[in-house]
């Protein structure tokens, strides 16, 4: 970071604090900030973390409670538990279960605090007994695992097998288990199996002493286990929550930006288990789980698989939209086999302005559609089109270079992750949807409340923003210093018509610059000085204008969200504001890109 000073300025370019009275900041480099933050109660939001990876961080929930106490509000079925008994694997004090004396079903369970399509995973280690089944009740799915030698066996009289199991060594005798299966979880089941080799998990004879030792479960939404979250009476939570600001590093940015954003619903009822979307047809291809390592940096993509027929291979179904709206359709692809690439088509139903999007997974270039490259082989692939009816088709190919006829070899295809469409002009950040039969709304991000009527000098300063819209017009969007009402206020302001940037104030300053696209990256200065008032973007001095400025102390708040305008939404990489009037010099500085 670069520090300037002199008898009338001072900043920190990419961040700073104030100082001396002369410049107050609002920092979205470091994660502290300002402002008051909030995005409603929901887990829907996610951001891009910081290199080397930009892995997508999310929001996260065990929705399990007393996750490492058995002995507490799980029912217990001729089992006993007995608590704080070993050393566990995450440095916790670990129970132990055994089944009790006779015949019967042995086992502890626990209804989800909200049920959906999710995944278990706990903790094993052998005592006596080796053997654990899962029993996931709603979709009627389990597996069970023997930590003696980390393998899973059938379960014999519960259920059919879970479609996405595993079993590896977590130390010291320990065994991480995890089972995901699609649909609605109701129940989790965790029996103590018969420790006879290729026994009846369901009835067997118990002994009332031989045990086995358990710990940390945790039911999550998603395909694949995340770390664990301990919970005691309510469920526990972790990642990008409704009161944490989302500091992104989309593009591969080496400095974040604060990413603001208006609400959006993702439609897509199963945005990463595309074996739970109801496709109207699947021609010539299947649709794998859990396949490789995802832009979350998670074993959870999925994938869409090609059989051996010379011929066309796809999906589509036709999502029930709202007719005569503008919708935005993503997904995350990564080519599997040689020279594999996506495509998208709007089937010609249902689209007044429709798409067929084609996009090179090896050169990451696009066709009627846009790519953004994430790293590690993936690109996050965009269509946007207009709806004339209800039922809207969409059609996902994976293709051979370009052609969508061939023959395939029965195992290449795309990989594809964050299945997402939602109404709007342009996408959005990626919204995780694991409701199975339901759409999910990230809320919109609210900033402001920064200051008060002795941080600002508000006969005569500088309010600068160093920002970037995510689209070209559309609604009209502020950062303002004010008093928090309309009376006293000036605004910069990304306007609703496109490549028009406005400067107002309630002391008589309307000016509008029209030579910037919103999109690009914007360092702007609205100087305010009676009869001495300037805006200065990129650098370059657009506008020197006279009028009246303030009463002492009349302003008092710094905001992204000013009364009854449109909160600010874009990605906002530093706002400042100074106590002085500066000199064109160093407002030319301030303002270089």
Known sequence: MSYYDDASLMFLAGGGAQKDGKAYSIKPTDGTGDFTFSRGSNLAATRVGAG??????????????????????????????????????????????????????????????????????????????????????????????????????TAVGVAADAEYYAITDAGNGWSKIEVFEGGTTTRVDIYIANPVAGGNNAVWTGDGTSEIYISSAQFELGTISTPYIETTTTTGTAGILEDTPRFNYSFGASCPSLLLEPSRTNVVTNSEYLNGVEWNGKINVSFGTNQTISPEGLLNSASIIENTTNGSHFAYEDFTLTSGASYAISIYAKKNGVN???????????????????????????????????????????????????????????????????????????????????????????????????????????????????????????????????????????????????????????????????????????????????????????QYKANDWKVYINGILKAQLSA??????????????????????????QVLTFNTALSDADLAALTTI
């Open 52 to 153: 080397p990876n930009y892995y997508i961080e999310k929001g996260r929930e065990n929705l399990l409670l007393q996750s490492n106490n058995f002995n507490t509000t799980w029912v217990k079925t001729s089992a006993t538990v007995t608590s704080d008994v070993i050393a566990g694997p995450l440095g916790e004090l670990a129970d132990s279960v055994f089944a009790n004396a006779g015949s019967g079903q042995h086992r502890v369970l626990q209804t989800p605090v909200s049920t959906g399509m999710g995944t278990f995973s706990m903790y094993i280690k052998q005592k006596e007994l080796s053997r654990i089944v899962i029993h996931l009740l709603g979709v009627n799915k389990a597996m069970g695992f023997d930590c003696s030698n980390n393998t899973t066996f």
């Open 340 to 526: 594999r690439n996506l495509r998208f088509n709007d089937g010609g139903l249902g689209w007044s302005s429709g798409f067929n999007g084609v996009f090179d997974l090896t050169a990451g270039t696009a066709t009627g559609g846009v790519m953004e490259d994430v790293g590690n082989g993936w690109y996050r692939c965009s269509v946007t089109g207009t709806t004339n009816a209800t039922a809207s088709r969409l059609i996902i190919y994976p293709t051979l270079g370009a052609a969508t006829s061939y023959p395939g070899d029965g195992t290449s295809g795309v990989f594809l992750y964050g299945f997402q469409i939602e109404a709007g002009s342009y996408v959005s950040s990626y919204i995780p949807n694991h409701s199975g039969g339901g759409s999910v709304t990230r809320a919109a991000d609210v900033c402001g409340g920064a200051g008060d009527a002795n941080t600002f000098n508000s006969t005569e300063g500088v309010l600068y923003a160093e920002v970037a819209g995510l689209a070209n017009g559309g609604v009209d969007r502020s950062i303002a210093l004010s008093d928090g009402t309309l009376s006293n206020y000036l605004r910069i302001t990304l306007h609703a018509n496109s490549n028009r940037i406005a400067f107002f104030s309630s002391a008589g300053v309307n000016y509008n610059n029209f030579d910037f696209s919103q999109t690009d990256n914007l360092k702007i200065a609205f």
């Open 548 to 573: 009246l400025t303030f009463s002492p102390n009349a302003l008092s708040d710094l905001s992204f969200n000013l009364a009854n305008f449109t909160p600010f939404y874009g990605n906002v990489k």
